[in-house]
């Protein structure tokens, strides 16, 4: 095997790799059954706002839609999920005091760090992946297909997706959502090149993501310049693949900035990591 098989395989043979997926499964059962169980009250307050001004007909309350609702629900809890895993990869060799052994064999440790970074982002699309799929099918499955309505109360204004293209849409979100949690796990694996412990990479992690939250949101001139380039601010770009029509320019610049934080964030991790010492 290889590095980066390797550290796969060190990833999914610890047993906090597993927590994420067992929260997300629960998650969305839970979610989708009591949807289920309570229809009828969803629909009525769903059609209640929309059909003063449109006449709609068809599954409305369909799997897309159940997909799109969790994925909503969801984006600010699952950082921390990426975070357990992310936070530890590195980290975690110094408290097992596996850290001399791992950086004095042959492979350069560029080459680990690098390995390990790719491992970290091969976990990070497995946790989004899983959630795609469990969404998708339970929630097709309990409420079967149909076209994408989404109503965007604070914008005002409704989305209409045809159900031909919901799939790719789909895809291509979950492919964004991927994309902006690498961002996440970027952060918690320069954090876990620092630490020697995986408890303070997780905290610091989510206080970044929850500080340049705040930032984003305060109504002040000065930090909305500062807005366009967090990557808070990046994050929804999976959203923007269920819009009509698709901002593909928005998305470009989106992706692109997210795209700039990991690279910088991984330099720097691959720069500590260079220069750490060994001998204590």
């Avoid at 909305?224 to 009509?244: C, E, G, K, S, V």
Wanted: charged share 10%.
């Amino acid at each position: 095997m290889n590095l980066f098989q390797i550290e796969v395989y060190k990833t999914f043979s610890r047993w906090r790799t597993y927590i994420a997926f067992g929260f997300l499964a629960l998650i969305v059962i839970l979610t989708e059954v009591v949807m289920k169980l309570s229809a009828r009250e969803i629909l009525e307050r769903m059609m209640r706002s929309m059909q003063k001004d449109f006449l709609i007909f068809g599954n409305v309350l369909n799997g897309w839609f159940i997909t799109a609702f969790i994925m909503n629900s969801l984006h600010l809890h699952i950082p921390f999920l990426i975070t357990l895993v992310a936070g530890d990869i590195v980290s975690s060799e110094a408290t097992s005091g596996t850290v001399r052994l791992l950086l004095v064999r042959p492979p350069s440790r560029s080459a680990v760090i690098t390995a390990k970074y790719l491992a970290t982002l091969f976990y990070t699309a497995a946790v989004v992946i899983f959630l795609g799929i469990m969404c998708i099918m339970l929630g097709l499955i309990l409420f079967g297909s149909g076209d994408l309505i989404m109503n965007y109360a604070t914008q005002f204004r409704i989305v209409f997706i045809p159900e031909t293209e919901i799939p790719l849409r789909m895809f291509l979100a979950f492919t964004a959502a991927i994309w902006s949690m690498a961002v996440v796990a970027s952060i918690a694996f320069l954090f876990s090149t620092l630490a020697e412990n995986s408890i303070g990479p997780i905290i610091g992690t989510m206080a970044v993501v929850i500080v340049f939250f705040v930032i984003g949101n305060f109504p002040f001139d000065f930090f909305r310049a500062l807005t366009p380039y967090l990557f808070t601010t990046h994050m929804n770009i999976w959203q923007r693949f269920l819009d009509t029509p698709i901002p593909w320019r928005q998305i470009m610049v989106s992706a692109a900035i997210l795209a700039l934080h990991c690279i910088v964030l991984f330099a720097i991790a691959l720069i500590v990591y260079r220069r750490k010492d060994i001998k204590s």
